[in-house]
Each structure stands twice: as structure tokens, then as C-alpha cells.
């Protein structure tokens, strides 16, 4: 593990690490901010954050504005890369595909297979990884996501219960296999059987897993310009019939980009903090 | 004036406009946060940030996270760009001259002058433009920012004391007559007569103008990496000559960058509601 950047930020500080992966088949960055408190050896919760479509490790870190809310919490917040990326790996033929765009699962389809290995990545590597190497409390970790990566906090909380105790989600991508983006990423990435996607569709899931959660925050823009990519309509029935506790806010005039993810940054934290604490 | 791009923000909007420059001789686009407030047409204290070398009109509004708090206190922010663009436009040898390094003075060197007249662009042309386009309180205006907009924005403030009532900087070059990046930009764009310099160096103008503000307040990181640039020490004799109040915080450990900015954000714009409501 190489420290490639470090900067002071709010009485923390802000890092960005690489290391080779073993399930990416190559190098990998991850950004992760370390509150004051885990600078002096005090176990912390923390919270991993997946990114949407073209971001990189460090997005979260300049424009989520959530340093100043985790430091006062005293939380580590973790962001991994949003795919495996190199000349070695696969590319795309659009944004929405390949490099930038790992969905969050393990492929099983040629080219990709070989390195998009995304939930491995994050759900197994990155977490042992992290929770070795920093001063993380393990029965106080949380998910969250935007997007693409809000779609990766909601299906890899509902799959591994016992690994991410808490989750929230930024204009989720909440039924992948009744959208455009979703449709196309599960066809190149998990092939044509669709009852394989309903295994990685948020929707799907939470009705085959039931209720796991005291509460799941989203908070949706409702000028956001790929509300149609996103369904959180199915998300709420899919909830009511599992019995799941869902907070989903809608709020007018809010687009998909960060302005809209830092307003209401300091929610999602404090929603965390109050799941991760009961 | 025309509307670029427009982002819901903390029930505000972040918005970038773009309009023909008479100072300037080329289009111009700036950035403003316009609190709930402003967008109900109530007037609201206003603050011009002056970014650093190499940053747009957008810098300040994704990495500075500023609109929480002037959300909350209900101010507009004005971001200009850092300089005249495009392909007319001189280009410098380096980054630390000509586009994205505009110093905020009136060049009177060739090739220069015709378009880099930033003092008389932000001081005169975009001040009447926004106090006329939006519900700006004029008594209520103030100045900040880093690094060579720290510069700036301690000079305007100096040169205009009727139009910026409060003034605050983040690692601002506070002797440029005595630095090698604002010795470069003052040879390039004011001549060698380095007498002619003094009019625009904020330690040289601070004993010349005597104290004028209330208060001043500058942040200055003590491992930013650009230190032996930036010369507080200087600025600190300079205002207790003058009888000048300086509030100058130093911070271990943070750098030149925009997470020391954004740690010490609210902080700025508490200290410009207390000096603008006073």
C-alpha cells in the first residue's frame, strides 16, 4: 500500500493510497479521509462511498463536501475507484461502459471478466484492507453511494448485512434491470439471463433478502436528468412488500451532480451515525 | 449576460455566467452562489472570491465548500475567473503567467495590455454588473481569497475601501514586489520600475493607505509548500506600522491547497458577517 497524497483537511487528513489488487489484476487507488481522532489510534466508524459513472477515487474528496461533518463525527470515509483502469484493461466503447463504469460486480462476461471484479474489490479486499491497516471500529461500518455507486451501496449492503451495518444512497440507480444503463452494463458484464441481474438489482434484492435495516436514507433530486435511469418508485414498492423501512426524500429543483450531494452531505452522515451507533 | 450552467444548492443556486468583457476585450464567465435568499429578491451582503494561479471562475465552487454556511448566512458569492481567455488572448511561457494568472492588476506592458485588465475588471466593470443584475446589498460587500486572489483580493480591498467593506485571504502573497512569482508578473505586465510595483503589493500599499478596516483576517498553512512565496511576516510589520489590526491564524500541518481552504471556510465567512453587519 503507497501513499500517493496526503493533505491536512479539517484537523485530518486527506489521503489517496494505491495498492495492486488481487482481484482487479492491477494497481488500484482509494481516497480515504482520517478524522483526528483515528490519527491518534482511536478506533472510528467508517463509511465506504461509491461513486457514479466517470468519477475516480478522488471525487468524493473535493466535491462532496463531507470532511467537515466527518471530522466532527470523528468517521473515516473510504472511496474506492469506480472500476479497474490501465491500458491492460478492458475499455468501453461510451462512458457508461468499462473503465469508470464497474457497476459494482463481478463479471463474468469476455473482455471483462479478467479485471471487473468490483464487488470482490470492494466488498472483500478493500474492506479486509482497510480494516487492517487503519483504526477502524469493525461492528461501525456503513455504505453509501451515488448513482452507479448508489446502486453499489444499496445491492452490496443487501448482500453482505454483516459487513456494512448501515446505508444511505444519493440518486440511487435502484432497479438496474429496468434501465438503460443498468440493462447494458448486466448484458456485457453478467451476459443475457436476465434471472442472473435480479441478483444485483437493489429492487430484486430486497424483496429475495427482506428487511436488514433499522432504516435506508436516499435522498432523490427531482430535476435530476436521468431520473429516468433510476426508478426509486420501485424501489419504495419493492421495500413496502419486504417490510424494509425506507426514507426516501424528494426534493424539487435538484439536479444529479454533487450541488445536490452536498446539501444534503451532512444528513447522510448524521443518519449514519445515529444507525451505526443504535 | 448569459446564464451558462445553473445548479440547486443548499435551497440556493450555483450558478456560471458568461458576457463580453469591455475591460477585458473577450468574453468573460464568472461564478455565483445565490442564496434562498437572493433567489426571493431580498438584497444580501456579497463577497468576491479571487481564486489562485491557474483557476477558473469554478474552482471556488466545487472545492472550497463555501455554500453551507453562506447558505445559511445569506450570502451571494462572486467568483471571476483568474484571467482574460481564449485564443486572442497573450498566453504566458509557464503557469504562473498570462491565462489563469492574471495578478488583479491593469497591465500597461505589451502583450499585455490590451487584454489583462483584471483590477479594473473585477474593481469597475463586474462589481457594477452584479450590483445591478442582483439583489446585492451595496453596503454590504466585502473581498477574499488565495494565494495570488489573496493578493488580489488584499489589494482591491486597499485600493477600493469604498466598495470592499471587509477583507479575508487564504495563503495570499502578501509582498509580491519580493517573491519570484509576483516579481515575474509585475516585470511582465507593469515594466522593471519596480517603484511602480509598490502601488500594487499589499505590504507596501497597507503603509501607504494606513488602516482602513476593522479587522483583517488571513489563514496562512505553515507546511504550504509554497511559503517562501507568500511572505505573511512581511504583511504582519507592515499593518502594525500602518496601526492596521491583523488577525494572521498559522496552522501546522496544512498546505497550499484547497482542503486547508476548506477547513477554515466558515470561519471566513463568519468573520466577513461580523465585519459587513458592523
Keep these: 500500500m503507497q501513499l500517493v497524497q496526503s ?136 455504505i453509501f453511494g ?24 444519493f440518486a440511487p440507480i435502484c432497479a438496474p434491470s429496468q434501465c438503460p444503463w443498468g440493462e447494458k452494463a448486466f448484458t456485457h458484464y453478467l451476459g443475457a439471463d436476465q434471472t442472473v441481474w435480479q441478483a444485483h438489482d437493489a429492487a430484486a434484492l430486497i424483496q429475495s433478502k427482506g428487511a436488514l435495516f433499522q432504516d435506508i436514507l436516499i435522498d432523490q433530486g427531482l430535476s435530476d436528468q436521468f431520473y429516468s435511469q433510476l426508478n426509486p418508485a420501485l424501489f419504495r414498492e419493492a421495500c413496502i412488500k419486504a417490510g424494509q423501512k425506507l426514507t426516501l426524500r424528494e426534493h424539487e429543483a435538484y439536479d444529479h451532480g454533487y450541488y445536490f450531494i452536498q446539501s444534503f452531505m451532512d444528513d447522510h452522515l448524521q443518519f449514519h451515525a445515529v444507525q451505526l451507533q443504535s
Design 146 to 169: 451515488h448513482s452507479m455507486g448508489g446502486h453499489g451501496a444499496l445491492t452490496l449492503a443487501l448482500k453482505y448485512p454483516e459487513k456494512f451495518k448501515s446505508v444511505s444512497a
Design 7 to 142: 493533505n491536512q483537511c479539517f484537523q485530518g487528513e486527506q489521503r489517496i493510497y494505491s495498492f495492486d489488487s488481487v482481484s482487479l489484476k492491477t494497481s488500484s487507488r482509494f481516497g480515504i479521509f482520517l478524522p483526528e481522532q483515528a490519527l491518534k489510534g482511536q478506533d472510528c466508524p467508517a463509511l465506504f462511498y461509491l461513486a457514479g459513472l466517470t468519477c475516480t477515487e478522488e471525487t468524493f474528496a473535493i466535491k462532496a463536501h463531507a470532511q467537515r461533518m466527518a471530522a466532527q463525527l470523528g468517521f473515516i470515509l473510504i472511496t474506492p475507484d469506480t472500476s479497474p483502469r490501465g491500458d491492460e484493461v478492458a475499455k468501453g466503447d461510451h462512458w457508461d461502459i468499462g473503465q469508470g463504469a464497474g457497476f459494482y460486480i463481478n463479471a463474468v462476461q469476455e473482455p471483462w471478466a479478467e479485471h471487473f471484479q468490483m464487488e470482490s474489490f470492494v466488498a472483500d479486499e478493500l474492506y479486509a484492507l482497510v480494516l487492517a491497516q487503519f483504526p477502524i471500529c469493525s461492528e461501525q461500518v456503513g
